[in-house]
């Protein structure tokens, strides 16, 4: 199972970027999803999460700018990402959470990262 990020990049303060998440390889549909980033000289952390029933929650600084969204028969996860500051500059990787099975807990899967810069 792979999950390929697509849609990062170079962007000035206050512009928008969508990124992309895609599974392959899968015979299942993700559990939760959510996107993780890292900036650098700093802990990875969590950006936004999305549960198979369609909740969500955002780390504080970014909500009410991201929006996370997913296609359940892509096996497929979004973030749009608007009013871009410089603090969000930063590596960030999609994650999916395979459903339990026979009572062991879903297993965590990473994508390979992509690059979000944005410049003041």
């Known amino acids: 199972v792979q999950l390929v990020e697509s849609g990062g990049g170079l962007v000035q303060a206050g512009g928008s970027l969508r990124l992309s998440c895609a599974a392959s390889g899968s015979i299942f549909t993700f559990d939760d999803m959510g996107w993780h980033r890292q900036a650098p000289g700093k802990q990875r952390e969590l950006v936004a999460h999305i549960t198979s029933g369609g909740s969500t929650n955002y780390v504080d600084s970014v909500k009410g700018r991201f929006t996370i969204s997913r296609d359940i028969p892509k096996n497929t996860v979004y973030l749009q990402m608007n009013s871009l500051k410089p603090e969000d500059t930063a590596v960030y990787y999609c994650?999916?959470?395979?459903?339990?099975?026979?009572?062991?807990?879903?297993?965590?899967?990473w994508g390979q990262g992509t690059q979000v810069t944005v410049s003041s």
């Open positions: 994650m999916g959470t395979s459903p339990p099975t026979g009572g062991v807990p879903g297993y965590d899967y």
